[in-house]
């Protein structure tokens, strides 16, 4: 019994000399390398008794079949679900333009402006420049050049209907201040006669005279004053 026992202890010795225990390898290998390596062990181990020899091999084949046992292979690790795609973003909601002017509300300074109306960045009609006219010495009566230039100030209030137009007269020096401011006033009421004449409403229409006070021009030379005997015009928003 001492015999089997030792020649089964030089078996797993050998075993675990080689390495099989416990290792992810066939069966079959085990046992034979158990078959071998245990064999050996008894032969050399028992002074060369075939008999320990072939009970350590046996031994050797079975402690190699029960200690190498063949691993079942893992299962695979499952695969990483897909990210989730991305949600679009919505589509930003465009500012209303009640008016159709080209500006949004939220930056509209003149809602409600009419449609077609040219505006300016601020959704407000834009002002067109008028351009006045000269006078005679003393006089305050249109020349034929004057009522031409006045006719397209005309045609220019009426495609802009949200503007009225302030009238203002001037005179050069000649004369007294109070003779002038009374003059460049008639210059003004002139201009604005001419307007209304013209279908153009009088409650968009200012006049007013400034005399002398504001001269453009050298009153003390002959092309100065004439630059001074003069009507402006501007436009302005029509509230």
Do not use: W
Not at 124 to 148: M, R, S, W, Y
Not at 185 to 203: K, T
């Amino acid at each position: 019994m001492n015999r089997i026992s030792r020649t089964l202890g030089l078996g797993a010795l050998g075993l675990t000399l080689v390495g099989c225990a416990g290792q992810n390898i066939h069966p079959v290998a085990c046992m034979i390398g158990g078959a071998l390596v245990g064999g050996a062990a008894g032969y050399y181990g028992t002074d060369h008794d075939d008999g320990a020899a072939a009970a350590s091999a046996a031994g050797g084949a079975l402690l190699g079949a029960i200690f190498c046992k063949e691993e079942e292979p893992k299962p695979a690790a499952p695969a990483p679900k897909p990210a989730p795609k991305p949600q679009p973003k919505p589509e930003p909601i465009p500012d209303p333009d009640t008016d159709g002017d080209g500006v949004v509300d939220r930056l509209d300074k003149c809602p409600g402006t009419p449609k077609g109306t040219p505006v300016d960045e601020h959704g407000c009609p834009e002002i067109p420049n008028l351009t006045g006219v000269h006078f005679e010495h003393d006089q305050a009566t249109l020349t034929a050049e004057a009522k031409a230039e006045l006719g397209i100030a005309v045609g220019i209030l009426q495609n802009n209907p949200h503007v009225r137009v302030e009238v203002v007269g001037h005179t050069d020096s000649s004369g007294s201040a109070e003779y002038n401011q009374k003059l460049s006033q008639l210059r003004a009421e002139s201009v604005s006669n001419f307007f209304q004449s013209q279908g153009i409403a009088a409650d968009r229409i200012g006049a007013d005279g400034k005399g002398e006070s504001t001269p453009v021009a050298d009153n003390e030379t002959k092309a100065g004053r004439a630059k001074n005997r003069r009507v402006e015009l501007t436009a302005r928003q029509l509230k």
